[in-house]
């Protein structure tokens, strides 16, 4: 899942793309690429005036377009699976939480939580299991390294598990309407 978004009410397809572009377009701006095409559903008609930059491709222009484009389309319904799997395997389809920022935390977490289990199940499938937990052992060894402290005769210490956890529960997050806004 490259990005995950919502919207309060119930608005049309149409007018929430040029949203998900922007996102779409934070989120690969440090990758070095550009949007051109966009493969979009029937719910999309009618916004090309919107994005002239951008070519949107749907379903209902099928005769107009290259080959490539044609295949494009026809790649369109791989996505759908997809997010039958993020509604049903990992709970997006019932939001427990409350208000606009419940809802987007949620669709968040399910994104993200999608995104884990295909890198677990990647890991897994090409047996990189060992490499991984090296990588892992390395920065959390270099986190704790980080992390150490000097003691009253000046030797270094860890510093331990209860101070660092004492701190980061004392820290709440304050959730103010700027950040509701932006959601």
């Given amino acids: ?3 995950a978004r919502t919207f309060p ?6 007018h929430i ?6 996102q779409a377009t934070n989120l690969t ?3 070095g690429l550009k949007l051109k095409h966009i493969v979009v559903d029937l719910g999309f008609r009618g916004v090309d005036a919107d994005n002239p930059v951008k070519e949107i491709i749907y379903r209902g222009k099928f005769k107009s377009l290259s080959a490539q484009q044609k295949g494009w389309l026809k790649r369109r319904t791989a996505v759908e699976p997809a997010i039958g799997h993020l509604k049903t395997d990992h709970r997006m389809d019932r939001c427990w939480l409350q208000g606009v920022l419940g809802d987007a935390l949620h ?5 993200a939580g999608y995104n884990l289990r295909w890198l677990l199940r990647a890991i897994a499938r090409l ?12 920065a959390l060894s270099q986190r704790q390294a980080a992390g150490a402290s000097y003691d009253a005769s000046g030797r270094v210490g860890s510093a331990s598990m209860s101070n660092w956890v004492g701190t980061a529960v004392v820290k709440k997050p304050n959730f103010g309407t700027a950040v509701q806004g932006a959601f």
């Fill in 107 to 111: 669709s968040i977490s399910c994104a």
């Fill in 9 to 14: 009410g119930d608005p049309y397809d149409g």
């Fill in 29 to 31: 701006q440090n990758l």
């Fill in 1 to 3: 899942m490259l990005g």
């Fill in 17 to 22: 793309l040029s949203a998900v572009l922007e």
């Fill in 127 to 138: 047996g990189i299991g060992a490499v991984f937990l090296r990588l892992l052992q390395a």
